[in-house]
T-cell receptor
Framework: DVKVTQSSRYLVKRTGEKVFLECVQD?????MFWYRQDPGLGLRLIYF???????EKGDIPEGYSVSREKKERFSLILESASTNQTSMYLC???????????????FGPGTRLTVL | GENVEQHPSTLSVQEGDSAVIKCTYS??????FPWYKQELGKRPQLIID?????GEKKDQRIAVTLNKTAKHFSLHITETQPEDSAVYFC?????????FGKGTRLHILP
């Protein structure tokens, strides 16, 4: 049974603070993703990583960075949090079974971040 | 890049009736189309997916159809039950990524 965990369910930070959101998966998945979920906007991809130390920008990378030092862990970093980054953040992972072969994404429980 | 449009944003159906959610995509190279269900306060979970080499796939009360020519795909839920109440997301692949629609909130009315 795949498990994707996130470091916090709820987080409150102040404007300008540096924020770290951690995600860990236990199924040796190659690909990991960070999304933010806002009402009426669905799931928007911030960054994804297809291997250790590899990363690629998603659709809304501005204001965020990521780190993947180990295969099982993918971190999202808000260098200087702003109020418009208040959102639900979801991490996901997926196994790669070949070039162009897509599989189920397994999501973490989410972190609801509030920036005051 | 890939855009995925989903309609309607909200859908209310009487318990026992059918529900249909429709999506369109823009990238003709897309070949994988999953559907995720997110219950209130929970994480999204895959309920069904379809690949471009088939036009329809069914799993009990859930079915998905794909029209590659028109670039649209649909989720059909028959004999709806209260536990079907949730937000449903369609998605399509773009390169190594999955791009999601904005979601449909489905209400099952008693």
């Amino acid at each position: 049974d795949v498990k994707v965990t996130q470091s916090s369910r709820y987080l409150v930070k102040r404007t300008g603070e540096k924020v770290f959101l951690e995600c860990v998966q236990d199924m040796d998945h190659e690909n990991m993703f960070w999304y933010r979920q806002d009402p009426g906007l669905g799931l928007r991809l911030i960054y994804f990583s297809y291997d250790v130390k590899m990363k690629e920008k998603g659709d809304i990378p501005e204001g965020y960075s990521v780190s993947r030092e180990k295969k099982e862990r993918f971190s999202l970093i808000l260098e200087s949090a702003s109020t418009n980054q208040t959102s639900m953040y979801l991490c996901a992972s997926t196994e790669i079974s070949g070039v162009g072969s897509y599989n189920e994404q397994f999501f973490g429980p989410g972190t609801r971040l509030t920036v005051l | 890049g890939e855009n995925v449009e989903q309609h309607p944003s909200t859908l209310s159906v009487q318990e026992g009736d059918s529900a249909v959610i429709k999506c369109t995509y823009s990238d003709s190279a897309s070949n994988y189309f999953p559907w995720y269900k997110q219950e209130l306060g929970k994480r999204p979970q895959l309920i069904i997916d379809i690949r471009s080499n088939v036009g329809e796939k069914k799993d009990q009360r859930i079915a998905v159809t794909l029209n590659k020519t028109a670039k649209h795909f649909s989720l059909h839920i028959t004999e709806t039950q209260p536990e079907d109440s949730a937000v449903y997301f369609c998605a399509a692949n773009r390169d190594d990524k999955i791009i999601f629609g904005k979601g449909t909130r489905l209400h099952i009315l008693p």
